[in-house]
DNA sequence: TTGCTTGTTATACAAATGAATAATAGTATC
DNA sequence: GATACTATTATTCATTTGTATAACAAGCAA
């Protein structure tokens, strides 16, 4: 992971992964039969840190629908899941999803886990605001709500020099606000 | 960048280019002097072919700023902008941002561009409203709106599937007017 | 025709790369 | 303490890749 975050894909030969982990190209054969196999668990390992961090963060939430679904905007709009080197890391692996298979599903996988935390999240804020409304439009929230924290999530990276920090997951906390139509969040 | 969109930029070797426009590798490199201003002239190629789509869409609107923010959000959210082809390569693109310094340049400036066409729109529809909004403030609804068609183009190329023709951009048209707050879009 | 620029190919080369094999050291098991 | 398994290295090999050079064809200017 460090060699694709200096210098792409491109740069993450085996010979570099095993120099920068001071071993010797054998043993890196040793642990991961091929190439694929090597960056299919740098990419699950990747995206399981990303995902999750965003989702585990509310475990130790002990608040309401309205709290739970603010913590995670914030959580993903933050460092640590902000930083350029995850999007550089993000970035390398999506874009091979064509050419390695696996890492399609495993990226399909995670963003399906991500998706149905904004939809879970978003259905209990409506319940406790005892806001009637359907199955479809609760999924077509949770599309938007997923999508605004994706945006947010890629131009913090791509240039967290423009923020500071906070206003970042502010904005997003805002935006779903009006998204979602609430007073408070 | 048909080797990219077939294989990832692991693909995209000058032999591989060669073949595919049916030349030898040597004319490639009488046209491009090294590999790097091959992937510079087609990423630039790339990302004015869908970030121009959408701007330029604008050129034959005669309607006003609601009717234009209404057709930017819909061209950046339908074919030919949303395909998966065009998220392989803007994907293998990015990911060369720190590998190749002039590609984040030429990256930025795109992003730059896109965004303050965001503002741009966002400010006239206020204006129009007659609704007295600070910069600061205009600034912050781009990056939304901005960011919120990042996202939802992002679904749209990956799971297009799951999404039938139009109700993408519907959404998008939804959300971008309970992000402004406006009565109709 | 002559000469010059452009387009195009063929061929070559050194470096890098993924993969394989064999050998060596360490460590746990019985 | 002998055995088997794991961790690790050294070395090798066939391909691939970016780059370079030389040669050839074609169109065009003088």
């Known amino acids: 992971m460090e060699c694709i975050v ?27 039969p091929d190439k694929n196999t090597l960056l299919c668990a ?7 840190k990303m995902t999750t961090q965003a989702i585990q963060s509310l475990d130790n939430c002990r608040g309401g629908p309205l709290a739970r679904l ?7 709009l933050q460092a640590p899941v902000v930083h350029p080197r995850n999007y550089q890391l993000w970035a390398s692996f999506t874009s091979l999803i064509n050419a390695i298979p696996e890492i399609g599903i495993s990226h399909r996988e995670a ?6 935390e904004c939809e879970s999240l978003v259905r209990d804020v ?31 990276c791509l240039a967290m020099d423009l923020f500071d ?16 139509d609430l007073e408070t969040l």
């Open 70 to 76: 603010r913590l995670f905007i914030e959580t993903s």
């Open 42 to 48: 740098a990419h699950k390992a990747t995206m399981s």
């Open 165 to 180: 920090s906070g206003s970042l997951s502010e904005l997003g906390v805002e935006s779903v606000q009006s998204l979602l």
């Open 111 to 116: 963003y399906i886990d991500f998706r149905n």
């Open 126 to 156: 409506f319940a406790e605001q005892q806001r009637d409304i359907d199955d479809k439009q609760i999924e077509r929230y949770a599309i938007a709500v997923n999508a605004l924290i994706d945006g947010l999530w890629l131009e913090g």
């Open 6 to 32: 200096q210098g792409g894909i491109g740069a993450a030969t085996i010979r570099r992964v095993a120099e920068i982990a001071d071993v010797t190209p054998g043993l890196v054969r040793h642990y991961f």
